[in-house]
């Protein structure tokens, strides 16, 4: 009983706090990123409290969208004028009252900034900015906006993400060694595919020849057969021939697919796939290979960015989205455009009058240097900045053939999508496989 009295006693003379008093417990230290339950509460009131401002200004916005029309109908001389709230809320939707008519759209009165879009009155402007495409673009532009003002990494970050990126290229991509496997791959198809089909060679292409690859790619041969054979029997003798050896299992075929394949596993479990006549494919990939050995960098965020654009599905040309190596292109392109270029436009060094074949100008890369010091951490960010608000897509094509701007209207490219074009292959846009 007594300690209870006790405890009677020390609520009592506890003070109680004041609404002026601040709150210490569960507080937000100043410059930590630390969010605490009260922090939440405070932030959740906040929302609430502006969902019933927005509410009245849609009220106020539809109340002051019946008078103009009422004023519309009077015929009556006086124009209407909006109050500021609403002359704000559709600032907010990039929607303007227009300083000078528009000789095109004489009864136009408000312009969106967005849109590019001319309104003739309030109930137009409502219309416009729930319009799906306004919706979307400004979705777009709130994005990008906050880009824009993301903060830059600090040097703990950049030595993180450079110490990501090694890790990533060192359990990703393809080492030396896992090179050469690929390349004994090829010669040992080549030998045995020449004693049946006379005068045949066997190369590779793709990432196994350009480094760009990831260590589950496939390893993509090239058959390629003289003029005077037939290129559906060449294909039907290699799927027999390379049935009956004991060196390849599951040997199937895909004729019926796009590119005409032969698909196959080695004994060691690298799958492969065997397509003829891919000159062009070839001469990309030599060209490829050239830039990835210029600069350790070019390796460390090609791996990085390919491995990137397998695991979000990027990668599936099938899939309505890239092709592989279309990612190595970008990045080549990137780099060519920086103030002081990674990369040099190796086509400048080539012979003009010989553009199908590609011949790789050692002499003139041996003295190819870089003036750029930025760390791998650093070209990553400033790669995924270019692509995202740097590039103006529409305006733009991607080519690796110049060092400078290529437009769509040089290209005679009517699309307004990403657009690369494919090195050896110029009227093709890697891109339009791409599904909207």
């Given at each position: 009983r007594q300690e209870s009295e006790e405890e009677e006693v020390e609520k009592r003379n506890k003070k109680p706090r004041t609404r002026t008093e601040p709150r210490t417990k569960n507080r937000?230290?100043?410059?930590?990123s630390i969010v605490t339950v009260e922090d939440d509460e405070a932030e959740g009131t906040q929302e609430k409290a502006a969902a019933p401002k927005h509410k009245e200004i849609e009220i106020q916005f539809a109340q002051e969208a019946a008078q103009e029309a009422a004023v519309a109908t009077a015929e009556t001389l006086e124009e209407f004028k909006p109050s500021e709230a609403v002359l704000g809320f559709l600032a907010g939707k990039y929607l303007y009252p227009l300083a000078h008519k528009s000789s095109k759209f004489p009864r136009a009165r408000w312009f969106c900034r967005l849109c590019e879009y001319h309104?003739?009155?309030l109930a137009k402007c409502r219309e416009h900015y729930l319009d799906t495409r306004h919706s979307r673009l400004s979705r777009t532009k709130e994005v990008e906006t906050t880009l824009y003002h993301l903060p830059r990494p600090n040097k703990h970050h950049?030595?993180?993400l450079n110490s990501l990126l090694a890790t990533v290229e060192k359990e990703q991509g393809l080492?030396?060694?896992?090179?050469?496997?690929?390349?004994?791959?090829?010669?040992?198809?080549?030998?045995?595919?020449?004693?049946?089909?006379?005068g045949c060679t066997v190369r590779l292409y793709g990432s196994s020849l350009s480094g760009f690859g990831l260590k589950f790619a496939n390893v993509n041969l090239d058959l390629q057969i003289t003029a005077d054979q037939k290129p559906h029997l060449a294909l039907l003798k290699a799927l027999e021939v390379l049935h009956d050896s004991p060196e390849y299992l599951e040997v199937a075929d895909e004729f019926t697919a796009k590119i005409?394949?032969?698909k196959f596993m080695t004994t060691t479990g690298l799958a492969c796939e065997l397509s003829l006549n891919n000159h062009q494919a070839y001469q990309t990939s030599s060209l490829l290979k050239d830039y990835w050995s210029l600069d350790p960098r070019v390796r460390t965020v090609g791996v990085a960015f390919r491995y990137w654009a397998s695991v979000v599905r990027m990668d599936r040309q099938a899939e309505g989205t890239l092709p592989p190596h279309?990612?190595?292109?970008l990045l080549v392109y990137f780099l060519q455009q920086q103030t002081k270029p990674v990369l040099p436009c190796i086509h400048e060094y080539l012979d003009p009058s010989?553009?199908?074949?590609?011949?790789?100008?050692?002499?003139?890369?041996?003295?190819?240097?870089t003036q750029n010091k930025m760390s791998p951490a650093e070209l990553w960010i400033e790669l995924f900045a270019f692509l995202s608000i740097g590039f103006k897509s529409v305006e733009l094509v991607v080519s690796i053939k110049k060092s400078g701007m290529l437009t769509n209207e040089e290209k005679q490219w009517k699309t307004k999508r990403l657009a690369v074009e494919d090195p050896f292959s110029c009227k093709r846009n890697l891109c339009r496989s791409i599904q909207a």
């Open positions: 937000k230290k100043s410059g930590s309104c003739d009155n950049l030595d993180c080492s030396t060694s896992d090179l050469n496997i690929r390349q004994a791959v090829a010669q040992s198809v080549h030998s045995l595919l020449q004693e049946h089909i006379q005409p394949t032969i279309t990612f190595a292109i010989n553009e199908d074949v590609y011949i790789s100008p050692v002499e003139g890369l041996a003295g190819w240097r």
